[in-house]
């Protein structure tokens, strides 16, 4: 038996390592429904990494620098989930929901933000938390 609860595959069907430890985390520490909320908020994002050929082209991953990461996670929220996201004029993204977005858009930016927290903490993500303030 390996030891965890679930093991996550990623878009060629080979054990994601990141993913199958971040489930293992988001369902010790957090309820049940909030764990599963998150691993299917943020598997998506990470099939969109892995297939979509602009970020191919472009070299986003999930463990590049945080930089590149916020650029892949807006295009995701623009390309996949339907939002507007421009720059603030105090320099941050602001991400402009539609009704049909509001819930899943805050699930996934959760789930993210917990996702680089379990990464660095497990010493696979060397950038901060692309999150973090």
Known sequence: MHGYPVLVFDARDHISIPLTLFA????????AGTASAYLYAVLPFHTFLETDPW?????????GPPDQVRLAVADYLMQRLGCRV?????????????RDTLRSVGVFLSGLKFFYRVM????????????WT
């Open 86 to 98: 421009s720059e603030h004029q105090r320099g941050f993204q602001q991400v402009e929901l539609t």
């Open 24 to 31: 293992r985390e988001a369902l010790r520490t957090k309820a």
């Open 120 to 131: 660095h903490s497990q010493g696979l993500y060397a950038g901060d938390n692309p999150w």
């Open 55 to 63: 970020q191919q082209r472009a070299g986003h991953c999930r463990d």
